[in-house]
């Protein structure tokens, strides 16, 4: 079931949480919300379900496919909502907690207990959990907790399943399973889901369309790929990964810094440079176009790639450079080794083009 | 290893002060109490207990507790679930005034209502008018009781609930629950313990008030005298067998109400291990 958003805002007191923000979420779309703490991305999604009423001035509109849920109560919407900490029913059992939702509804469409009972154990058996049925929530791991709760969502059969950090709490090899198995879930059982998160792997692995949010507004939406590539503004490109700034003076063509100086095609004046890690190679002596002297601080091998750290007198904060296996040895790198940096591409936000890019956006969504 | 103040004398000293002090101070004056009581034998302890005042002491203490719990019960779970559930103006003033009985000096409290619902107080001429009788008798004993026992349920929640949070309940409304069932079903099995703990307190000070009931209550005879109110009379009357045979009965429900609160707690660290 699609999901549409016009014009929802939100005010605590008198602190604006949501500026007014339009928002298509296609069915069966698997959609991220990432933003730093504070964006707002949890206040929209809470919303969404109708934990969170948005602001009646200026009146905004939330439609599930073409259903009016604007003032439709939580109860009455049919989302499927996984809470931050799981939020499970401490009391019950974990077959209870799953089958809370189906005893609680009106007499007259509730299921039989019979039916209730299979239906729960064949939740269970979706989440790998059938063998624990009789356990409670402080019995079990946080990522079981997690299933449970996910199974406990999914027993209504919701059209639109919410998520909230939902692998926030967990350690690095149990979000990564997780996240390939909701992923898989919301193929198979073909919901359109919304999750929030504030990790960038999470949102562009995970996604089919990515919503970025800093301040309570929308900065980007788009599909992981673009959004990796093509970022909107600033904001965007720093928010999705690490970056490296080269700040100087442009004139005829080169822009200088301190020592250091790169052929660049850009007007004269001050110019900020942006670089990702693995923009930037090493290389033993400059080449014609650039002329980036560094001192390498620190190596720190990760995975398939070696993560170098470089300073300079002409940087304010140290650089990173990510390089593969075979460069590291071919360079003979080591703490204290000179090189010199060679962008291979890099990116630049001037504040008129992020103006330009913003208001695009908007007339957009 | 040794730990830090963990040697043999010091430890051997601070059991012997613990044990000691709790003897001469607690234990001691409790079995003073039921000796005094059954001093001239059982027959005329007996002969005290079964007597026309003191049996309408007992009932008008029972009936009073009766009728507070309930309302105690209410009143501080509606409250805890206001403040800890809800953020609206005000909600920290409500939290301290829920104190306020327990900063005032019963006797204060008494004099309050006697001043307000007394024939001289500011709605006694109305309700004088209309024939009805709050102050020296049972309606007045009764409301000092309330304003006595109202924060004990309400503290026993309050710190609980607002450590539990409101997830739960909200995972409930997401699941289609009723509010109702969501109070039944998640919200109360969550805080029962703390909700009978803090129903065994209202007992225990019900039962025992003394100060505020004793401006209230007229300390008539068989009709507005409750059991601490009556025992005190009976020590005015130099009848000490009688009055300690009825502070034995307070004694007795006093410890009842420790034996039902101990063994709650017993079963709640069963509970809490097996889970």
């Known amino acids: ?365 | 290893m040794q730990r830090i103040g963990d040697a043999p004398a010091v430890r051997r000293l601070l059991v012997f002060l613990a044990v000691a002090l709790s003897a001469l101070f607690l234990l001691l004056p409790l079995v003073a109490i039921f000796a005094q009581a059954f001093a001239q034998g059982i027959g005329v302890f007996w002969a005290n207990v079964n007597n026309h005042y003191t049996l309408a002491a007992i009932s008008l203490t029972l009936f009073v507790t009766v009728l507070t719990i309930p309302m105690c019960l209410v009143f501080g779970v509606a409250l805890a679930w206001l403040v800890t559930r809800f953020s609206f103006p005000g909600r920290r003033i409500l939290q301290t005034l829920i104190d306020i009985p327990f900063a005032v000096s019963p006797v204060v409290a008494g004099l309050i209502y006697l001043l307000l619902y007394g024939r001289n107080g500011w709605l006694g001429g109305w309700l004088d008018t209309h024939d009805i009788q709050l102050m020296f008798a049972w309606p007045g004993i009764l409301m000092v009781t309330i304003f006595v026992t109202c924060p004990f349920v309400a503290r026993e929640l309050i710190p609980l609930m607002q450590a539990q949070g409101s997830r739960e309940e909200e995972a409930a409304v997401t699941l289609g629950a009723p509010g109702w069932t969501i109070f039944r079903r998640v919200t109360l099995p969550n805080i029962r313990w703390a909700l009978l703990y803090g129903v065994i307190l209202t007992n225990a000070r019900a039962v025992g008030e003394f100060g505020a009931v004793s401006v209230v209550s007229g300390a008539i005879r068989g009709q507005t005298n409750t059991l601490p109110l009556h025992l005190e009379q009976l020590y005015q009357d130099y009848n000490t067998v009688g009055a300690f045979a009825s502070a034995s009965l307070l004694a007795l429900i006093a410890l009842l109400t420790l034996a039902a609160k101990a063994s709650m707690e017993w079963r709640a660290a069963r509970r809490e291990v097996h889970a």
């Open chain 1, 1 to 365: 079931m699609s999901i549409r958003l016009q014009n929802v805002a939100k005010h605590f007191g008198n602190s604006r949480a949501l500026e007014p923000l339009n928002l298509d979420i296609r069915d069966g779309e698997l959609v991220g919300l990432l933003g730093p703490s504070g964006s707002g991305k949890t206040t929209l999604l809470r919303i969404m379900a109708g934990l969170e009423s948005a602001d009646r001035e200026p009146a905004g509109r939330i439609q599930f496919g073409d259903r009016d849920v604007t003032n439709l109560h939580v109860r009455d919407r049919r989302v499927g909502f996984v809470f931050q900490h799981y939020a499970l029913f401490r009391h019950m059992s974990v077959f209870d907690n799953v089958a809370f939702g189906l005893t609680v509804m009106p007499r007259k469409s509730r299921p039989t207990s019979g039916e209730i009972r299979a239906r729960v154990h064949r939740l269970l058996e979706m989440v790998q959990l059938e063998q624990l049925a009789n356990r409670y929530p402080a019995q079990l791991s946080g990522g079981q907790q997690q299933r449970v709760s996910l199974a406990r969502a999914l027993a209504l059969r919701p059209d639109v399943l919410l998520l909230d950090e939902p692998f926030g709490a967990l350690d690095a090899k149990v979000r990564q399973e997780l996240r390939r198995w909701l992923r898989h879930l919301h193929d198979e059982l073909n919901f359109t889901s919304v999750f929030v998160t504030h990790d960038q792997e999470e949102a562009l692995e995970l996604s089919d369309r990515v919503v970025v949010m800093s301040n309570g507004r929308i900065e980007q939406i788009d599909t992981p790929d673009a959004l990796y590539r093509a970022p909107v503004n600033r904001f965007v490109f720093e928010f999705l990964g690490d970056v490296n700034h080269l700040e100087g003076s442009v004139r005829s063509g080169v822009l200088t810094c301190g020592d250091a100086s790169l052929k660049v095609a850009l007007p004269d004046g001050e110019d900020e440079l942006l670089l990702r890690p693995h923009e930037v190679e090493l290389v033993e002596a400059p080449t014609a176009d650039a002329h980036l002297p560094v001192t390498v601080t620190a190596i720190s091998p990760v995975g398939a790639e070696v993560r170098v750290e470089l300073e300079a007198d002409w940087l304010g904060e140290p650089w990173l450079a990510t390089i593969r296996h075979a460069d590291f040895e071919r360079l003979n790198l080591a703490r204290g080794v000179r090189l010199f940096a060679v962008p291979r591409r890099w990116h630049r936000f001037p504040e008129e083009r992020t103006a330009a890019a913003m208001s695009l956006l908007e007339t957009v969504s």
